[in-house]
């Protein structure tokens, strides 16, 4: 699942579908659902997380408005939200793609938001238990230094 999270796409591909969004946008104000999911496709799979970002605010439109490509949309909702670490709504959506289908790959991601989430968990257990350590030699340094 990490070289497939860490696959980005190519900078041609992701440039010659923000050019054809931008296209569409220019030419009358709306852009075809196809051309949208192409282009938030390449977005959730750059380098960059602010692409990811707007990917994921496309999919989340449409998804939203288009229900037949759902299921697509759900997916790489998913995805994308994992990329950016974003693992409660990555999840969530791995969940609600499960309702529409059971899928291994989608089984596959679920597993891993989970243990990635419980790393970050621990993580964080480790560093809050490591401030109270610094924090308790400090005051327990500063009492004794007091009592002098």
């Known amino acids: 699942m990490d070289e497939l999270l860490n696959e980005v796409v190519p900078q041609d591909d992701l440039e010659k579908f923000e050019k054809k969004y931008a296209h569409e946008l220019e030419l009358d104000g709306d852009v075809t659902i196809d051309t949208k999911f192409e282009y938030a496709f390449c977005l959730v799979r750059s380098r960059y997380t602010n692409d990811i970002r707007k990917g994921i605010m496309i999919l989340e439109e449409l998804a939203r408005v288009h229900t037949e490509g759902r299921r697509d949309y759900i997916y790489y909702l998913a995805f994308g939200n994992t990329r ?65």
């Open 84 to 148: 950016i670490k974003n693992y409660s709504e990555g999840l969530k959506y791995c969940r609600a793609f499960l309702e529409i289908e059971s899928n291994d790959q989608v089984k596959s991601l679920e597993e891993y938001i989970k243990k990635q989430s419980d790393k970050e968990m621990a993580k964080g257990i480790a560093v809050a238990g490591g401030a109270a350590l610094v924090l308790g030699g400090i005051l327990g340094l500063g009492i004794a230094l007091s009592k002098k």
